[in-house]
């Protein structure tokens, strides 16, 4: 199989989700900045839903790919790794052409980084369970992407919007901040058994990541279980 066709054609999927998820899903909100807000959203969480399970599983399945992150990964894997690339090629795209550059330069950068990192990975086929590793994210993102669902939906001051706010710090912590700081660490201690080019790479990608995932840990603790300053 073509190394491009993968991730092109799970880039047109998620494409075609997001055009399609507004008669699924019909938004509360007329407005077309909430319309756009609102399917980009449910199709975050259905990248999430699969990117995270499946990862997850793939170390459960293939526990080889646990100990060697470098050089071990199974077929299934490296299939997602593809999947990934397009769908984050898709949200680039997307934002882009419906976000002004001010309120989305974050997730822009975000993604241009995990782009560049994963299209290494998948096109060389080594740092594959690196990578999944760092999918492990995506288990967090299912509660951050349901929590704005909730949000949009005007259910802040619900048990459910509630329950969804804690599960999804408690995640945040484990899944996100936890998993990016053990990462920077492997990589410390892998130096000298990774090269130049793409320790570089990781090295620069956990320097941008972790910050960035830190500072939404507070504004989210914040907005959702901190009093407002007078």
């Known amino acids: 199989m073509d190394l491009l066709l993968l991730p092109g054609g799970s880039g047109g999927a998620f494409w075609l989700l997001n055009t399609v998820l507004e008669r ?11 319309r756009w807000k609102w399917r980009n959203i449910w199709t975050s969480l259905a ?7 499946w990862a ?5 399945f293939y526990p080889a790919m646990g100990e060697d992150l470098i050089d071990r ?3 299934s894997a490296h299939c997602l790794l593809g999947i990934s690339i397009g769908y984050f090629v898709q949200d680039f795209l997307d934002m882009i052409c419906n976000q002004k550059l001010q309120k989305c330069w974050e997730l822009l950068f975000h993604h241009f980084v995990v782009i560049v990192c994963f299209g290494f990975a998948f096109l ?7 990578a999944m590793v760092a999918l492990l ?3 967090n993102s299912i509660f951050l992407h349901l929590r704005t669902i909730l949000r949009m939906a005007g259910l802040v001051n ?3 919007f509630r329950l969804a706010s804690l599960v999804n710090l408690g995640t945040y912590l484990v899944f996100r901040i936890l998993i990016l700081a053990w990462m920077s660490r ?4 892998n130096g000298e058994n990774v090269p130049a080019v793409p320790y570089a790479m990781g090295t620069a990608g956990m320097a941008v990541m972790l910050p960035i995932n830190i500072v939404l840990f507070y504004r989210l603790l914040r907005s959702d279980f901190l009093p407002p300053h007078k």
């Open 137 to 139: 994210v995506e288990i």
């Open 124 to 130: 060389v086929r080594r740092f594959v369970g690196f």
């Open 186 to 189: 492997w990589l410390a201690l």
């Open 24 to 34: 699924l899903v019909p938004p509360p909100s007329p407005e077309p900045p909430f």
């Open 47 to 53: 990248h999430s839903l699969l990117s995270g399970s």
């Open 158 to 160: 619900t048990a459910s």
């Open 56 to 60: 997850l599983l793939g170390f459960y």
């Open 73 to 75: 990964f199974s077929p």
